[in-house]
């Protein structure tokens, strides 16, 4: 087919009526203009909720476009010689845009012999500078199409960039990637854009001229939409995802995620037997779930979920915070066996001091009465904590129930003098208490700056000796102890009240509400725009959850992510605190005020974990 182009001259076509390229570039397109009235019937991506899945390819605007050039690299000096671009929607062309381009150097024999242009005829052609925003323009509101499209939207990026134009966040569909999932090997030899040309019969040929090379990717995107249909491809996002390395297992199971809600909440993946294997949360259930679908899901683990998976259950929340909490219930209550965290609250480590004349430390499972440092997620960490208390404060070490009249055998930690032998009655149970058990009572429940301050004491000395190796020992026990204290301090601080009210905005402009009783939700609601949120706060308040502290302790009613996700959500800067039972309050010279010095710990312990690494 001949070039409509005649040599010499240079037209766009655009929306039917043919425009002259403009000789002076005028001021750069901005990155996300306003709709035009070209497009007045477009929706933008913003339109449908922000789900880019949702855009039925029926309704998309594509902008079919192809590149002639001097060479193979933006990046090489190589120049843009014509552009072709297909405006196309629902099987119906818009318009046109098509150009020569003047690259500013000579044409290549080589590129002369492939496309037919010459020097001669690029020389009165515009620049590209002067092209692009006409081009921009035409681009505007749709999705970018073209065979191998990383090449000619290379180019284009790389000419923007150059010129001073934002190149607007544009969606891209490469007819060469959709042809190598939809088309075997057995049928065609290869994906080159005339091969497969030649294999739809497509009204136009290729010839690498930019025009023509447009309009037979015109056709051929139409021959692989209707393939995609047997593959359940039914919109833009699900186009854009099969064109990628999408495994046939997730494929295959991507009609699980049809019909979930577009609302906040959590979803479980539920295998034959109907036992949950994954449960995750979102602000959009039914997107996220899709993306367990999509090339960029590659992680093995929740590979081999999808292969075994039946079902998936979804329950919306009010807000995100009730999804969250659902979340680490459900998560506590089926132990799901492709969820790494959360699956067991309950085997956590307390360090508690026990109730006898003299008291030593014990790690259990449950706080119980009395003075009880965590929780721990593991017992190394707690025997850390451990340890750094038996630094810092003469506590025995010794398991034997001691008597405070009957002296027992002492210990090679009494005769070395680092005990004070209670168990040889050379300390009187009042003395001890106020050089051991008190002090640790306070650093847990009060100022543990004497603890932390005698630690340093030690770790400045060992410093000093040049003893690294036990200093680094003590400096991660240093920090598993004060790391402790603080999120004791921090979750003891709301599990003490009887009850806490919270309320946020949301995006709509109503109110995202939680009632909170001892650290656990009691209750979640969100009141709509336009309504008193008190109207809500009290129908939410009718069907809270009655809470009751079973035992003492600083977690008594909820597990210790939970209340730290509720913490996380009250103390942020948006949320309100509506109604208050009781005063919430912080010890004065708590841990709270050695975050920093907890900070500078941390940060020490990750430098020397990346140097012996190295």
């Known amino acids: 087919m001949p070039n409509p182009i005649p040599r010499g001259q240079t037209s766009a076509t655009w929306t039917g009526r043919s425009v002259p390229v403009v000789a002076a570039p005028p001021p750069p397109v901005p990155a996300q203009p306003e709709p035009g009235p070209a497009e007045s019937t477009q929706l933008s991506f913003d339109d449908i909720l922000g789900d880019p899945f949702a855009l039925d390819l029926v309704h998309t605007t594509f902008v079919v476009l192809d590149l002639e050039t001097t060479g193979g690299s933006p990046h090489d000096g190589d120049g843009i010689t014509e552009i072709g671009a297909v405006k196309v929607r629902g099987g119906e062309e818009l318009g046109r845009f098509a150009t020569l381009v003047n690259p500013g150097q000579p044409i290549p024999p080589f590129i002369t012999v492939l496309t037919g242009i010459t020097t001669a005829m690029v020389l009165p052609a515009p620049k590209i500078e002067e092209v692009l925003p006409g081009l921009l323009e035409f681009l505007r509101s749709t999705v970018i199409v073209a065979h191998n499209a990383p090449y000619d939207v290379g180019f284009l990026k790389a000419a923007c960039a150059r010129h001073g134009y934002a190149w607007p966040a544009l969606r891209v569909l490469d007819t060469a990637a959709l042809a190598r999932r939809a088309i075997t090997k057995d049928e065609i030899p290869n994906r080159k854009l005339g091969t497969l040309a030649h294999f739809f019969h497509t009204p136009h040929q290729p010839n690498h001229r930019a025009l023509d090379d447009a309009l037979a990717t015109v056709d051929v995107l139409h021959a692989l939409f209707e393939r995609l249909g047997s593959f359940r491809v039914r919109t833009l996002g699900d186009a854009i995802e099969f064109a990628k390395a999408v495994s046939p297992e997730q494929r295959a199971k991507r009609t699980l995620a049809e019909g979930l809600p577009h609302a906040p909440g959590v979803y479980i993946f539920r295998g034959p037997d109907e036992r949950a294997l994954y449960v995750g949360t979102s602000v959009n259930i039914a997107t996220r779930v899709r993306s367990y679908f999509t090339a960029a899901e590659k992680r093995a683990r929740i590979s081999e979920m999808i292969r075994i998976a039946h079902r998936v259950d979804s329950v919306v929340c009010a807000h995100q915070l009730e999804a969250q909490v659902r979340e680490l219930r459900l998560i506590a209550a089926h132990a799901p066996p492709y969820n790494r965290r959360s699956k067991h609250p309950d085997r956590v480590w307390w360090l508690r001091l026990t109730d006898e004349a003299y008291p030593r430390l014990s790690l259990v499972r449950t706080p119980g009465p009395g003075i009880a440092l965590g929780p721990f997620q593991g017992r190394h960490a707690a025997q850390a904590a451990i340890d750094a208390c038996y630094e810092a404060l003469p506590l025995r070490q010794c398991t034997t129930k001691l008597s405070a009249k009957t002296a027992s055998a002492i210990c090679a930690l009494a005769e070395l003098g680092k005990c004070h032998a209670p168990c040889d009655l050379r300390v009187s149970v009042q003395e001890y208490a106020d050089v051991a058990a008190a002090p640790f009572a306070e650093a847990v429940t009060g100022d543990p700056e004497p603890v932390i301050r005698t630690l340093l004491g030690r770790l400045r000395r060992l410093s000093d000796a040049q003893r690294y190796e036990e200093a680094g020992a003590l400096r991660n026990r240093m920090t598993a102890f004060l790391r402790a204290v603080i999120r004791l301090q921090r979750l ?61 302790g600083p977690v008594p009613c909820a597990s210790p992510e939970e209340t730290e996700r509720i913490l996380d959500w009250l103390e942020h800067p948006n949320t309100r605190l509506v109604e208050v039972s009781a005063d919430w309050a912080s010890p004065a010279r708590g841990a709270a005020r050695l975050k920093p010095l907890l900070t500078r710990l941390e940060s020490a312990a990750g430098t020397r974990m990346m140097n012996e690494s190295a």
């Not at 599990?495 to 806490?500: D, I, K, N, S």
């Not at 709509?508 to 656990?520: D, M, N, S």
């Not at 308040?541 to 502290?549: F, G, L, W």
């Open 492 to 552: 003891s601080g709301l599990t003490a009240l009887a009850e806490v009210v919270g309320a946020r905005r949301d995006a709509a402009g109503g109110w995202e509400i939680a009632i909170v009783r001892h650290g656990r939700l009691a209750a979640a609601i969100t009141a709509p725009p336009g309504t008193h949120p008190r109207i809500s706060l009290e129908t939410a308040r009718v069907t809270a959850e009655t809470v009751t502290p079973a035992q003492p």
